[in-house]
């Protein structure tokens, strides 16, 4: 995306709604309140665990999701922010992983060493809350123009999403269908599998 197009997207996600499945995971969460932010874009899912008490370690690859967080987060101790990808970050220990519309950005090359590093990072009944992107969304398609907005996506099946948590019990699985229009204003379809997930002991 452009900068502008990025700002624009971020303008319009900063104080959005945090999900029901962010929710889900925060309250079963149990032990030290540890929780990384993978892909963290304008910070709204940062303001949300900061409220119940997490030490938040985010990152993105954007370099304007960055300068934002730290303005609008700063003086924040219990925040560390990092400009990196989902294959170079350092992962620390956390009992929560948040990965809300950011793993679709993920390349497909990079994909299985990067869930090694997330699901070793995750503590034995720490939670995975996250999103990927199904077959049916306009970003897999062939009218998705990967030249003006991301070159690498990762697209999952079902079967494909559930094969990933065989070290996890799932506590919820939901497919969600909708049609609208994006934040670019062009038309969209979405098919997002979401998923909060229980890593076994």
Known sequence: MSTQEIIRYFDATENRPTRDDV???V??????????????????????????????YAFDIDE?????????FQGDLE?????????????????LVVADASLFFCSMKDFDEVWGKITE???PGGLFSGS????EDTMAGPLYDKASYWPDILVLSEIEVKKLFNKFSI???T???????????????????????????
């Not at 030290?32 to 949300?48: E, F, W």
């Not at 204003?185 to 229980?198: D, L, N």
């Open 23 to 25: 929710k889900l995971a």
């Open 27 to 56: 309250s079963l969460v149990e032990g030290d309140k540890v929780a990384i932010d993978c892909g963290c874009g304008s910070g709204s899912d940062i303001a949300y665990l900061r409220t119940r008490g997490f030490r938040v």
């Open 64 to 72: 304007q999701s960055i300068l934002r967080c730290e303005k609008r």
């Open 79 to 95: 925040i560390k922010l990092s400009r990196s990808s989902f294959n170079t970050y350092r992962y620390p220990q956390a009992s």
């Open 121 to 123: 990072a995750i503590l």
């Open 132 to 135: 990927f992107l199904g077959p």
């Open 171 to 173: 506590v919820s699985f």
């Open 175 to 201: 497919e969600h269908r909708s049609s609208g229009v994006a934040p670019d204003g062009k038309p969209h379809q979405w098919h997002i599998f979401s998923v909060v997930a229980k890593k076994l002991s």
